[in-house]
């Protein structure tokens, strides 16, 4: 079934340690994102990448990093996690042509 | 700054009609989407006005309005699987979404 796949789907994690979430689209979207979700916030956008290669910043992306090896892949490293890192993570990607994103079913991490 | 305004909940009854409403204000503007997001699940997508007016799409619709900054989405015949939480995200200027905290919709037997 084509779409987007993220993984794990929860972790806990303690303080300090290195952490990858892992993406993979199979719909040859060029555009990807990641997002945390905490409780009563918007969805906010960590980093993105329009195409393999390049990658951006957006809103919250201290202590987060990113790459773009292939179009496929997208993950997302907490180099150190910390407590305020716990949250819902989704990874999204779109064809750009339209805008409308198709989401990843979401990674829960806990930062003790 | 970019800010969305949305309820952040709603109740309402199996059956009946509920209008959720979302105003905007963003540097640019390319358009809005409304996503749909159920508890512990991803967002998933309803629906995309780029053009003043009402889009029609079943039981759902969804206005928009450039000038006001206004939008809404129009849930009719209400069943309880639409209890959901409802996203509002204009796409700005360099064709980032913008997401409002979304309005928790909880329908009632």
């Known amino acids: 079934i084509a779409g987007i796949t993220q993984a794990p789907t929860s972790q806990i994690l303690a303080a300090g340690r290195r952490m990858t979430l892992r993406c993979t689209q199979d719909m040859r979207h060029n555009a990807m994102y990641w997002y945390r979700q905490d409780l009563g916030l918007g969805l906010r956008l960590i980093h993105y990448?329009?195409?393999?290669?390049?990658?951006g910043k957006g809103e919250v992306p201290d202590g987060y990093s990113v790459s773009r090896a292939n179009t496929d892949d997208f993950p997302l490293t907490l180099a150190s996690a910390v407590p305020s890192q716990t949250s819902v993570y989704f990874c999204?990607?779109?064809?750009?042509?339209?805008?409308?994103?198709?989401f990843g079913e979401g990674s829960r991490l806990t930062v003790l | 700054g970019q800010n969305i305004d949305q309820p952040t909940e709603m109740t309402a009854t199996e059956g009946a009609i509920v209008q959720i409403n979302c105003t905007y204000q963003?540097?640019?503007?390319?358009?809005l989407f409304w996503y749909q997001q159920h508890a512990g699940e991803a967002p998933t997508f309803l629906s995309y006005n780029v053009l003043d007016g009402l889009e029609e799409k079943g039981r759902f619709s969804s206005f928009l309005s450039r000038s006001k900054g206004y939008s809404y989405l129009l849930l009719k015949e209400l069943q309880m699987k639409d209890s959901a939480s409802y996203l509002c995200a204009p796409l700005d200027s360099n064709y980032q979404l913008i997401w409002g905290a979304g309005t928790k919709l909880i329908i009632k037997p």
């Open positions: 963003t540097s640019g503007f390319n358009g």
């Open positions: 999204a990607s779109s064809d750009s042509t339209s805008g409308e994103l198709f």
């Open positions: 990448s329009n195409t393999a290669g390049t990658t």
